[in-house]
């Protein structure tokens, strides 16, 4: 059985970034660290900072005392970070670039009168913060499917979750377009969301099985794996390597391994062992060629 990784998986430069700010946080040891929510949306990542006397909260009241006050990659409200400075916090913004633009988008379109509409999931931290910084009249819509729940609008602007897919933000704009005067749409889907769902399509369309690996709690895995299951029936979504069965490999030839923007590569290679230790013979490890 061949193994083929995807060329565009596992961490992005700005979830390597976050947790470099982090841990140079911790040692430089300016006191308390704290995070606004798990810095990134995997379980096993999340813990490793705890080990190093970096906590997680939901909220800058659970903070007594002063202390380091990390945002993490998904933005948070601005209103949050000022209450935060004015607490005597001192904070570290490791807000993605590419979700910073999605607010300036957001708040921009507001300001010049249009009707907010934001793709992608209600409640999810990314949105929460758009929401916040646009600071107007909005809804969010989850696919087309919902876009009957649209008001009347004559003008309308779009901004799209950084970790969408494209097909839904097609299928979303093909609709509005019939039931609006005025549309405006800024494509906020960053570039390394997209690269990553194009790698993981072609590979999943050329191999018997797809693995798709990081948190179940991560928006830009759980829609890789949606998109590998549209071509690909023999997709699994794992966290772990603990997660693997022998059934899986059944008459499998090739197999196609992705990986979430927050996910580590010590955690695939761990999958990648598994699979060699309950696979036939010694699996030969490539690096896919889809692009």
């Known amino acids: 059985m061949d193994i083929l990784l995807s060329m565009h998986s596992g961490y992005c430069y700005v979830v390597n970034r ?12 300016g006191g308390p660290i ?17 080990e190093r006397g ?70 999810h931290p990314e949105i929460n913060g758009i929401v916040a910084c646009a600071a107007g009249e909005h809804i969010v819509l989850e696919s087309a499917d919902e876009v009957n729940n649209l008001p009347r609008r004559r003008k309308v602007g779009l901004v799209v979750q950084t970790t969408q897919s494209q097909s839904n933000l097609v299928a979303l704009v093909s609709e509005l377009i019939k039931r609006v005067g005025e549309l405006r749409v800024y494509n906020t889907i960053c570039n390394a969301t997209m690269l990553r769902q ?14 798709v690996v990081g948190g179940r709690n991560s928006a830009n895995t ?12 023999h997709t699994f979504h794992l966290e772990t390597a603990e997660e693997i069965e022998e059934r899986f490999f059944q008459e499998v030839g090739t197999l196609g391994i992705t990986a979430g923007a927050s996910t580590p590569d010590w955690i695939i290679e761990e999958i990648v062992q598994k699979i060699k230790v309950i696979s036939s013979g010694a699996p030969e490890l490539k690096h896919g060629r889809a692009l």
């Open 18 to 29: 976050a947790i470099k700010m982090t841990l140079d946080a911790s040692e430089q040891r």
């Open 34 to 50: 704290y995070t606004l929510g798990p810095l990134i949306h995997n379980p096993q990542v999340i813990n490793k900072p705890t």
């Open 54 to 123: 970096i906590f997680p909260v939901e909220d800058i009241h659970e903070v007594e005392g002063g202390g380091i006050i990390i945002v993490r990659c998904h933005g948070i409200d601005p209103k949050v970070i000022l209450e935060a400075k004015n607490r005597g916090l001192r904070v570290i913004d490791a807000t993605c670039p590419y979700v910073r633009k999605v607010q300036d988008k957001a708040s921009l379109l507001v300001r010049e009168g249009y009707f907010l509409v934001i793709l992608g999931e209600r409640g």
């Open 198 to 211: 194009r790698s993981a399509l072609e590979l999943a369309r050329k191999t018997d099985l797809m693995l």
């Open 222 to 233: 759980t829609r890789l794996a949606e998109i590998c299951k549209g071509v690909n029936a």
